[in-house]
């Protein structure tokens, strides 16, 4: 992301604006993630992780559970709230804590290498793709191929706006923008859809728009020849 866009990020933890930060585990995640057949024991990449809930979760099923998150008031706060006394110690461009089964590298996720992270066998976004300017997500799966073994899977969660004159059936398929993130590395396996009307609470006199949530597996296919 750009400076300015890290900049924004690290205000909303500041001043506390943080309210897409889900109070429990995502249900997304314990229905489906069970059919992906992950060994206990196998890496977990969480990028943009927060103080997600998943996280604790994912360690709960035997997981080695990696995040990368911006904000070190996130970080913190990830493990005071869960009652969590981690280490600390720097490595590299980052602070790395750490409890148990889970490690936040607290730093830029564009800073990361394959050599900071090790193995991964799954990556879990939990709309942290959704979550960036549309002009960054292209480099944000560029980075993620360099950065994760060709043979790592993508657990995907996204919140896609339904395009305008779609249809409730054409929004059943896969997104656009994911055929054209990771089709040429990836397998694409829509596992679910979800769609429900909100309101704009910046604009709650307008109509409320069809938003659609969506379950993705992708397995790299070079993990597949």
Known sequence: MTSRDNLLWLQCWRDRQTDFHQETVNHFL????????????????????????????????????????????????????????PTRRRFGKFIHWQHGRISILCGDYFALNQADLGAIDTVYDRAALTALPEDIRRLYVAHLREIVP??????????EDAAENETASEALGVGVEITSLYSADFEIDLAHVESV?????????????????????????????
Not at 150 to 159: A, K, N
Not at 201 to 219: F, G, H, I, T
Request: net charge neutral; aromatic share 10%; proline share 8%.
């Open 150 to 159: 060709d043979t790592s899977q993508v657990f995907l969660l996204t919140t």
């Open 197 to 225: 009307f909100e309101l704009d609470p910046d604009a709650p006199e307008r109509p409320p728009e069809r938003a659609e949530y969506k379950v993705y597996r992708l397995s790299s296919r070079s993990a597949l020849v």
């Open 30 to 85: 314990t229905r489906f993630w069970p059919s992906l057949a992950p060994a206990s024991g196998s890496r977990v990449f969480v990028p943009l992780c927060g103080k997600s809930l998943d996280m604790i979760w994912l360690a709960a099923q035997g997981h080695q559970v990696i995040g990368v998150e911006l904000s070190p008031i996130a970080v913190r706060d990830f493990f005071r709230e869960n009652g969590l006394r």
